[in-house]
């Protein structure tokens, strides 16, 4: 995405990705194929016993999610990070999906996912580290606190806490957190 699109609306970016993405016809079907062929790369007693299918539906932060026959991507991440999303998002999803399937009710990342997730020899890692500015669905505000490390910000949950009674304390310096004026 450009400059220019860090401004439009969360709704309005969503949008936008989606148009994108119905233009690439070719990331499409190479993420059709990466999805296709991961099963091949797992003993049969781990492969998914149903067909999964890839939507283009997720909003927020999150790469993907996995159910037990589908994985929801999200399609603001997908345009910026389309490399990633193959080599690693997919596969992450993938293995939950097969874990789902397999052993519903299993950790999301337990040891059967951690164990599909070196058969297909991807970094079993929880998250991902993508930019995530421009797939935020709200934009929290910040209040300005100090404590005797300097200043800092808080959400609008914490700053209406301490606006009713509760008091923080900094991990680092253990003093009281208290508003900026």
């Given at each position: ?100 399937q397999r052993?519903?009710?299993a950790p ?58 509760a008091r ?14």
């Amino acid at each position: 995405m450009t400059e220019s699109d860090s401004a439009l609306a969360p709704a309005a970016r969503y949008r936008q990705a989606q148009q994108w993405l119905v233009a690439q016809p070719a990331l499409r079907a190479a993420l059709t194929a990466r999805l296709a062929a991961l099963p091949a790369r797992l003993p049969a007693a781990l492969r998914p016993t149903r067909p999964i299918r890839l939507e283009y539906t997720l909003r927020g932060c999150a790469a993907g999610r996995a159910g037990p026959e589908a994985i929801r991507l999200n399609p603001v991440l997908l345009q910026e990070n389309q490399a990633a999303f193959l080599d690693e998002v997919l596969p992450h999803e993938f293995a939950h999906c097969a874990v789902l399937q397999r052993v519903p009710g299993a950790p999301a990342h337990g040891a059967q996912w951690q164990r599909i997730m070196a058969l297909l020899d991807v970094p079993a890692r929880r998250c991902h580290g993508f930019d995530t500015r421009n797939a935020r669905t709200r934009r929290l505000v910040r209040h300005p606190y100090r404590c005797g490390c300097g200043p800092l910000e808080l959400t609008s949950i914490r700053h209406r806490r301490i606006q009713q009674g509760a008091r923080y304390h900094c991990r680092r310096c253990g003093q009281a957190l208290c508003p900026q004026p």
